[in-house]
């Protein structure tokens, strides 16, 4: 268990500021993860369909930048150092590294569908664990979670048929996800 804070926010306990730190820690290195993701597919994509995907992945890029310091800030904010370093990050993740080099956009695409749903699964969770600890917290997540979940969607939109079925369905990682994605193209 990390130290207590010293202070945390008025009205909170420092084992809850303590708590809500820890919850925004690991947001903060699966954020991270995700920018950096997104200028590595930003950088990759090959095919037709290069410069659509290309241009999507900046705005994202930099919406998830503004997040991960929202929530560095707010780590701060509740008394803790916030961990930034991508030393910190990799021995902290739970994840595998994305898993994609050089690849065509629909395959990209998949498997960024794939990357979507784990940090948006993670980000509901800790949305959820924050709900009766710290109010403000919780806003800040949700409030990511209202663009996080449209990106998702602009990722999906290119994965949708006309009967509303993704070619992604049922994938488990992120190379099931750009193979079905390849196929269903
Ligand atoms: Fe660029």
């Not at 290195?29 to 597919?41: E, F, G, Q, R, Y």
């Not at 503004?66 to 780590?75: G, N, P, Q, S, Y």
């Not at 403000?136 to 602009?154: A, C, I, K, P, R």
Request: net charge negative; no cysteine.
């Amino acid at each position: 268990m990390p130290a207590l804070p010293r202070f945390t926010v008025p009205s909170l306990s420092k084992e809850k500021g303590g708590k809500v730190a820890a919850i925004l820690q690991e947001r903060l290195h699966a954020l991270n993860d995700l920018h950096l993701t997104l200028k590595h597919v930003h950088w990759n994509v090959v095919g037709p369909h290069f410069i659509a995907v290309h241009e999507m992945l900046d705005p994202q890029v930099d919406a998830v930048r503004l997040m991960v310091d929202t929530i560095a800030e707010r780590i701060a904010t509740l008394g803790v150092p916030p961990v930034g370093t991508p030393g910190a990050l990799v021995k902290a993740r739970t994840w595998d590294d994305y898993s994609l080099g050089r690849a065509s956009a629909i395959e990209h695409l998949g498997a960024l569908d794939e990357v979507y749903e784990g940090v948006i699964t993670a980000h509901r969770k800790a949305a959820d664990d924050t709900e009766s600890l710290d109010t403000v917290t919780n806003d800040l997540l949700v409030g990511h979670l209202h663009e996080l979940e449209q990106f998702h969607w602009f990722i999906r939109a290119h994965l949708e048929n006309s009967g509303g079925s993704l070619s992604t369905e049922g994938a488990k990682t992120e190379l099931d996800a750009a193979s079905e994605a390849k196929k269903g193209a």
